[in-house]
């Protein structure tokens, strides 16, 4: 069992910043990567960015440039900074973790950033 505990969002203008938090605890020993995926009402979740626990991390088209995805070992924690923020970024940000051989999925429960114009 994996616990993550999500923070950071909030409501923010266009062009400013953000940093998101997910803590992970429990056997985190089993996890493969570490994401951030989000869901904007009407539409499908989609991953934003993940990081593997090697350190390679993987971007949507959308934010590459803008957020950079990173990690604390020490506080087996997970970071999403974002920068330039638009207003097509809004949605409820949630963390995930992929664990196990069986590559079951963990969710925080989510965030909300919200990005006016």
């Known amino acids: 069992q994996v616990q993550l505990v999500d923070s950071g969002g909030g409501l923010v203008q266009a062009g400013g910043s953000l940093r998101l938090s997910c803590a992970a605890s429990?056997?985190?020993?089993?996890?493969?990567?570490m994401g951030w995926y989000r869901q904007a009402p009407g539409k499908q979740r989609e991953l934003v960015a993940s990081?593997?626990?090697?350190?390679?991390?993987n971007y949507a088209d959308s934010v590459k440039g803008r957020f950079t995805i990173s990690r604390d070992n020490a506080k087996n924690t997970v970071y999403l900074q974002m920068n330039s923020l638009k207003p097509e970024d809004t949605a409820a940000y949630y963390c995930?973790?992929?664990?196990?051989?069986?590559?079951?999925?963990?969710w925080g429960q989510g965030t909300q950033v919200t990005v006016s114009s």
């Open positions: 990081i593997t626990m090697g350190g390679s991390p």
């Open positions: 429990g056997s985190i020993f089993s996890i493969n990567a």
């Open positions: 995930n973790a992929e664990v196990g051989v069986v590559h079951l999925d963990y």
